[in-house]
């Protein structure tokens, strides 16, 4: 039984279609965040 839960939570957080997303996954939402996204201010390098 876990393991058919476990399934489903890696489905649903990684690899369903998702509507409110465009119709795609919401692991490639999040990269295309990531790609666009300008780095906080805490995480830049400061000299």
């Given at each position: 039984m876990e393991v058919v839960v476990a399934e489903y939570v890696d489905w649903?957080?990684?690899r369903r279609?998702?509507?409110e997303l465009g119709h795609i996954t919401p692991a490639e939402h999040e990269a295309a965040h990531?790609?666009?996204?300008e780095p906080s201010a805490s995480l830049q390098?400061?000299?």
């Amino acid at each position: 039984m876990e393991v058919v839960v476990a399934e489903y939570v890696d489905w649903f957080n990684q690899r369903r279609l998702h509507g409110e997303l465009g119709h795609i996954t919401p692991a490639e939402h999040e990269a295309a965040h990531y790609l666009t996204a300008e780095p906080s201010a805490s995480l830049q390098k400061t000299s």
